[in-house]
């Protein structure tokens, strides 16, 4: 009887460790998300979500998935995967000379012309290349006109809701098709002797602007390095100021891109021993017309840049010329125009949205980069477009190749780091401008399953903590998936 009451005893006491040991209690996704939202999400912002499973054909999490919202550099995703899914897709950015005239002894009898092809990786060393390639025809004197043929894309230099005073940064260019550094001059320092101004070296190198040194070497009182200009009225003197006390480098875009690129490759040209004597002795060596090809018309040089280049400067630096050149270049293929301003590259984003169901009148497209204040989309429509990347193997793979991966390079090098989650699942475009911070691209969860997701955070101040909240949830998505819950 003792025996049977203490094995009664010991049961009873044993009895509340089995359904711990058996039953784990595990949140679902959305009440995950929903706790970071509700403890994470930076005070005084709000954020909308949408994640969906690619491999498994449905969606996984919402959160006010269709509330509109400001992109930043998030828009370049409509950009680049409207552009990747034109037929056309694979031709190259190309820059091309061309005369019309004859070659009598050592005369060019004729006009030359430089058509601009909105090629936003054209740096010195192309420009270098194409001057070599002139040189090589057997003249020295260009008795006629040198035009840069701009004609692709209409005079207005700026995107619509561009800020007026980013300028001079180098992140908002003047935008040309004739395009030299992406418009912009790279100022780098070196000290000299304490008190000693420093040794400035500009590339490229060119005498279309000026340059003032009120450098210090290795003074702190002399404040900050800084690198401008004297942008309010338009000009090109560059100015350099401040104490250097290592090598230092700055940036500044230069006013007007196309007289920039003209004004050095005829410098250029002068340098290889090619003089231009102008039919009409005009004031400066070189004027803009619209190239017309007819019998005498010849092709001197041509340089390209491949459509891969410029999409992975698009996605891993988030370079806003390389975004609105395939912008105009997006409007040239979809219009068949030969002269077109953005809204023709925008009519082109628009008519995807309407082939994907959506009514293109909800959203409003002011450019092809995200740097105006005008562009307002949703997370729905973002994971929409990404779906739509990934349903056509020519553009993911363009696409998915070209965005920055988490922990290791692009604008998410520094973040996701080793050790996380997100470590190298995630590769994924951000968006960020002042108040505004956005991700959204492709991670790969611990079931194997590949996921598109969005995240538009809006109203943050603090950029750290809402890099923070976006990081805590694609952690979060990558963790959850493994686990055969419902949802």
Known sequence: MKRIL?????????LPLWPQETVTPVKPLSARIDALIEHKL???SNVAISVYDLTAGK???GYQADKLSRPAST??????ITALSRPEADEPFRTEVWYQGTIERDTLQGDMYVIG???PEFDEEALDSLVATVARFPFSVIKGKVYGDVSMKDSLYWGSGWLWDDTPYSFQPYLSPLMLNKGVVKVTATPGERGDSARLECTPASSYYTLTNKTQSRTPSAGRFRVSRDWLVNGNNITVTGNVDARRAGTVNIFSSQDFFMHTFMERLQARGIRCIPAAEAEVSYLFGEFRQDSLSVRMASYETSVQDVVKQIMKESDNLNAEAMLCRLGVQS?????VSAEDGLSAIRMLIKEMGYNPDRYNLADGCGLSNYNYISPELLVSFLRYAYSRTDVFQKLYKALPIGGVDGTLEFRMKKGTLSHRNVHAKTGSFTAINCLAGYLKARNGHEIAFAIMNQNALSGREARAFQDAVCDEVIRFSHRKVDL
């Open 6 to 14: 203490l094995l009664l005893i010991l049961s009873v006491c044993l």
């Open 75 to 80: 828009m370049k995703l409509l950009t680049t």
């Open 117 to 119: 092809g909105y090629d």
């Open 59 to 61: 969606p996984l999490y």
């Open 335 to 339: 219009s068949g125009k030969k002269r």
């Open 42 to 44: 930076p005070a005084g």
